[in-house]
């Protein structure tokens, strides 16, 4: 029985440092090389000792990154340059421009200010971009010979995707991190219905339905106003480009419409490479912003300027957009050390914190917090948690796995007890097996042996104009009715007169016929034209057709017979064995019927 491995390097029943190695179809893929924030020493990185003894080049076909944040990426520089690896890394086109300047920001902030020796150099960085291949959204990419893989817009950032990787008869999908709900700036996650062998999804928040986004969005904006309306100061801890991007153009409408003073200020220099980078890839957003990019620039803020470092002291109120988001490090950090002792000031989260950073701590209630130098700040200042995270809520994921139909789903980056929870709930409303490893702990799916089969052109062809004349519907499926046939060492499905020619033998049809008695006066071609159209109304998704007196709906034939000055007709039915339900459905329309 073939089988599909995975094994979390990080992120299994945990979140940060997103690291999972698929091996399927003698292949083995990395799925995100990801940093956790919350640790400065070895636990930052994956775990590599899990992958097999010898260079890892040699174990590792190719590397897949989802998107630029440093939880999926963060040590990809310290996995090609340090450990060694020289093979392929794919990731999409913003990818691959934003996360070196995200990797950039991080080794200063870690080796620059923290003094940390064992980490990439800016030339690690570089020398990794190298070996990137970036890919467009619905490519169909080979990677060699067997392995494939296809992206899908994810929402969640710019340039976030989902993967869907084949080799030979096997599929998974990778979700990364997604978002099933579209917001002001980006447009909601799709995938095909490619019903994978395996669904891999994220579950940060496994166990939570978020509440309307227009009450997020008011009571977000009342406690700002009320913050600066007292003097106080507001510090949002955002990431660089996504939450930021949404929370800026709700404070500029809002500040705009309200005509408020108060100055708003967002990190020095991030708002410049935003912009240019909403406007290398605006194809990313969603129509509003695409629609309106022509006129104005929807990121060029009227109330929202650069913020320098010597503003923290400024007297009077502010709102103060700063990174990081998880308060671990940087001017985020700097300015809530500066802040939080003042009651009269705010701290809004607007997203997940990992376990070991300073914004997990103050959302868990922390009235003290160590930070850097073991310092230890009061706070004093209120803490607010709304969520603007762009990740699925537990009915986002459920709605994703109704629309995928994977065989087996599988939960990473999520805490232990929610998961958990989702498990429970997915084996029961889907009725598939759902896993949740640990890091360290491998997963094995069982899958079902596939058979891939050829369809001839003529058959394809035939196929093709039957559906072209029928009503389109989407919750149909198409079936294929052919003759399947062993050729070449392999399996083609052929058109029945094709196969009997290809064998060369005649072709017999066994067909099935009933009579069935109705009352009707009049000519006998009136009660065929009747019948028709009480057919046609009985199935409205069969291409029902009219020909010399006879009706055919696929291989069912239905022909009246008897003298038009009969008072009775006799209605003759007839099918072949592969229509024999639609031909027993149009005997029943028709017994029913005792008179026109």
């Given amino acids: 029985m073939p089988e599909i491995k995975i094994t ?21 893929i990395m799925l995100d090389c990801g940093m956790h924030m919350g640790y400065n020493d070895e636990r930052r990185f994956p775990d590599f000792t899990y992958i ?35 093979g392929p890394i794919y990731m999409t086109h913003p990818t691959k421009a934003i ?9 200063k ?34 990677v060699d010979n067997e392995i494939e893989i296809k992206a899908y817009y994810a929402g969640h950032v710019l340039g976030a995707a989902m993967f869907w990787v084949r080799v030979g008869n096997q599929s998974i999908v990778y979700t990364g991190d997604y978002n099933m709900t579209p917001d002001r700036h980006l447009g909601a996650a799709w995938i095909d219905k490619c019903r994978p062998d395996l669904l891999i999804s994220e579950s940060t928040y496994a166990t939570t339905i978020r509440d309307s986004k227009r009450c997020r969005e008011k009571d977000f904006l009342k406690k700002v106003h009320e913050c600066v309306d007292r003097g106080g100061k507001v510090l949002i801890p955002v990431f660089a480009l996504g939450r930021a991007q949404e929370l800026c153009i709700l404070l500029e409408t809002y500040w705009e419409r309200m005509n408020l003073k108060a100055p708003i200020y967002f990190a020095l220099g991030l708002t410049e490479k935003a912009n240019n980078y909403y406007k290398m890839f605006i194809t990313w957003t969603n129509q509003k912003i695409r629609k309106t990019f022509v006129q104005r620039n929807m990121f060029d803020f009227k109330h929202i300027k650069p913020f320098d470092r010597s503003f923290i002291d400024n007297p009077g109120p502010m709102v103060v957009f700063a990174t990081p988001g998880m308060l671990h490090a940087g001017l985020s950090l700097h300015i809530f050390k500066k802040w939080a002792p003042n009651e009269n000031n705010m701290i809004i989260m607007p997203g997940f914190c990992v376990q070991g950073t300073v914004g997990h701590k103050i959302l868990n209630g922390a009235k003290k917090v160590e930070v850097e130098n073991r310092q230890v700040i009061d706070v004093k200042m209120s803490v607010e948690y709304m969520s603007f995270s762009a990740h699925a809520d537990a009915k986002g994921i459920m709605q994703l796995i109704q629309h995928c139909e994977p065989k087996n789903v599988m939960l990473v980056h999520g805490e232990a007890a929610k998961i958990e929870f989702l498990k429970e709930k997915i084996q029961q409303e ?50 294929l009715h052919g003759v399947l046939v062993m050729k070449d060492n392999g399996m083609c499905l052929m058109d029945v007169d094709e196969a009997c020619k290809e064998a060369g033998i005649n072709r017999h049809v066994v067909r099935f016929t009933s009579t069935v008695h109705i009352a009707d006066t009049g000519p006998t071609l009136g009660t065929a034209h009747k019948l028709l159209l009480f057919i046609k109304d009985k199935l409205p998704i069969c291409s029902v057709t009219f020909s010399e007196g006879e009706i055919s709906v696929e291989s069912v034939l239905v022909k009246v017979e008897g003298d038009d000055d009969d008072d009775q007709k006799s209605v003759y039915v007839s099918w072949t064995n592969q229509d024999e339900e639609i031909g027993s459905q149009i005997l029943n329309i028709i017994n029913h019927i005792k008179k026109f």
């Fill in 8 to 28: 979390p390097l990080g992120a299994g029943q945990d979140v940060g440092r997103s690291c999972l190695l698929l091996s399927m179809g003698g292949k083995n």
């Fill in 52 to 86: 097999c003894e010898g260079p890892i080049s040699a174990f590792i076909d190719c590397v897949i990154i989802s998107h630029f944040h440093l939880d999926h990426c963060g040590a990809l520089p310290y996995m090609s340059e340090m450990v060694g690896y020289t």
């Fill in 99 to 107: 996360a070196p300047i995200l990797l950039e920001d991080m080794r």
């Fill in 109 to 142: 902030v870690s080796v620059e200010k923290k003094g940390d020796l064992n980490f990439f150099t800016s030339q690690m960085i570089k020398d990794c971009m190298k070996k990137v291949v970036a890919v467009t959204l619905h490519q169909s990419v080979m």
């Fill in 430 to 479: 889907f009725n598939i097996q759902c896993f949740n490893p640990a890091n360290g702990e491998t997963s094995v799916i069982q899958t079902s042996v596939k058979i891939p089969v050829d369809v001839s052109l003529p058959l394809l062809k035939a196929e093709a104009k039957r559906f072209s004349s029928m009503v389109p519907d989407p919750k149909r499926r198409r079936t």
